[in-house]
Every structure is written in C-alpha cells, then in structure tokens.
C-alpha cells in the first residue's frame, strides 16, 4: 500500500490526560522516539487501530516503529514517511520527530558528525617530514638534469688516427704471360650418349647376330663392351655373389639374371602381370620360372648377365626380352 501524507487524520481527543496531566509527554522525556510517539498515544487515549486507520499504515509497522524495530519496517525513506504521519495524527512537531529518528539512528551511508567540544588536529612534524622529502627529490631530480646538460654541452675530443707509414713503390717488374687457356667445358652439358651393342654391330657389318655373338665373346673373356657401365666381370660359370632371388626351375633349363652393376629388373607375363621387380645391387641374381610368356624390362641390357644352365650365355639383347629366347642358344650348342 502506498503511504499518502496528505490524507493523514489530526486525531483529537481530550487535553487531559488519563493521569490527569494537561500536557503530553516531551519527546525527549522518554528513551527513544519510538516509545515517545506511544507514550503521547496512550496520553491521548488512542489505540492503534485509530493510527492505522488515520495514516493508513499497517498496525505491524506502527508497532514495530514504537518498539524500534527498524528489521521488521522497510526501507529508511518509508520509515521516515510512516514517522511523519504517526507525528501528524498526533498533531506533534513532525521535524523534531524525524531529527530525533536520524539522531538515534544514524545512516550507514552517512558520514559520522565529530563530537561535540572535539577538535581534530595532526603532527605537525609530519608536515615538516613531507616537505623535506620533497625538496630531497627534487634536488636529485635537478643535479641529474645538470650533469646531463653538461655533458652534451662539453666538446668531444677530436681523436687524430695514426696511419702506418707510407709505403715506397718498389721498382716495376716485368710479369712474363703463358699461352691462353681454352674456353672451359660447360659444366651442364651431359655426355653423349652410346647405344649398347651399337659398336659390336658398326663393326660386324651391321648384323645383330653378329652382334650378339661378339658380345657373348667379350662377355666369356670379361671385357666391358665400350660405352657399357663399369660393373663386375662376368666369369663362365655362374657364381653367386650376393642374394639370389626365385627357387631352381624343376623339369626345365635354369636361366639366372646376374647383374653387373647396381639396376632394376622387373619380370612379366604374357598378361602383364608382374612376377619379379626389384633393384638388384651388383653380383644380385635373379632365377626365372620355367612359364611362357615371360619378359625383362630393364634399363640397361648390358648391365645383366644371362647363365643358361649354370653357363654364360651373354647379356640381354634389349631393354625388353623374351625370356625364352635367353634359351635358344644353349639348346642349339648342345
């Protein structure tokens, strides 16, 4: 409910008093405010349904505001309100009741008045302490700033450099020049290239059987055709030196695939499928299944020495070869 003062009701009743007094109660007469304001009720004869109903506030804040029971009213501007309005219907100073309220009820949030015949003083040594600290500081503050100004103000010293002493010319010579070199070789410039078997063929007249058979020659002496990789020489018969790869043909002739220097082999079949591939390192051999159908792939022929039945037959016609032909010539020689 909200609190209107201008409805409040001057209740009056009779001047005397229940105690045959003529006057009511002084308001500073008894301990607190609230107890003055019932002490001036019940002077009057006046219940507290009669103040409710006069200021309409509820009889719980009325009692509460008697017995000062600021926790159970609400908030402090509403207190002050239901004060001024109980001093109203009495038909008492509202001013002096509300200055008594905040007199014996001081604001949390108010600064607290000094006392009365107090006065507040400090040190006066403090003081005399603060400003000698200050004027500390500042002398620093200036002695610092002077030396700064002086040495940018002072002149550098001029440093002269001593250099060694001046070298006499020695008398000219006569510097004899050689031949002038050629022109360097271009560094980028690859090697020209020579086709395995191309020399063995120039010089049989062109035959690739002719060919053939000066390279299996070369080949059982352990010469390197020209323009071939440097690798291991190929003796007449096998000789393992290092893994060999694939299980010994049954009912079939043996055909191994040594290589000479470090290359890749890889094996197919008529199909395409891959059976073998691998990079063999040098002395690395390689033992062909008996299946027909079947074909090397390799980069450099001369690079693979062929053994037909544990015997040199010579090295792989071409980067791509039938491996039944690597056969033939061991059957014809027989």
Do not use: C
Not at 79 to 107: K, M, T
Not at 142 to 163: D, E, F, S, T, Y
């Amino acid at each position: 409910m909200r609190l209107d003062l201008g409805g409040v009701t001057v209740l009056h009743s009779t001047p005397e008093g229940a105690d045959g007094a003529d006057q009511p109660p002084a308001l500073d007469s008894v301990a607190d405010i609230g107890a003055a304001l019932k002490a001036v009720r019940e002077f009057r004869g006046l219940s507290i349904e009669a103040i409710a109903d006069a200021t309409r506030v509820r009889q719980a804040y009325l009692l509460a505001i008697e017995d000062m029971r600021l926790d159970d009213l609400p908030s402090r501007p509403f207190v002050i309100g239901y004060l001024r309005a109980y001093a109203h219907a009495l038909n008492i100073d509202e001013a002096a009741v509300v200055s008594r309220f905040r007199v014996e009820h001081v604001e949390a949030s108010e600064p607290l008045r000094e006392p009365l015949g107090v006065r507040s003083h400090q040190d006066p040594r403090l003081g005399v302490i603060i400003i000698v600290g200050l004027l500390i500081i500042a002398t620093i503050v200036m002695w610092n700033v002077a030396r700064r100004a002086m040495r940018h103000i002072a002149p550098r010293p001029v440093l002269i450099a001593v250099g060694p002493a001046p070298i006499q010319a020695a008398a000219p010579t006569r510097v004899s020049l050689g031949e002038p070199l050629p022109a360097p070789v271009e560094s980028n410039s690859p090697a020209p290239y020579i086709t395995p078997g191309l020399a063995d063929a120039a010089a049989a007249g062109g035959g690739a059987d002719a060919a053939g058979n000066a390279a299996r020659a070369r080949a059982a002496a352990g010469i390197v055709a020209p323009g071939a990789p440097v690798g291991l020489a190929s003796p007449a018969t096998f000789q393992p030196r290092g893994n060999v790869f694939g299980n010994a043909p049954i009912g079939g002739p043996s055909v191994v695939l040594q290589a000479r220097h470090s290359g890749t082999l890889v094996v197919r079949g008529a199909d395409g499928k891959v059976y073998f591939a691998r990079q063999l390192a040098a002395g690395e051999a390689y033992r062909v299944p008996v299946l027909s159908g079947l074909s090397a792939d390799v980069a450099d022929p001369a690079g693979f020495t062929v053994y037909v039945d544990g015997v040199l037959s010579g090295t792989l016609p071409g980067a791509i070869t039938a491996l039944s032909r690597l056969v033939v010539p061991a059957v014809t020689a027989q």
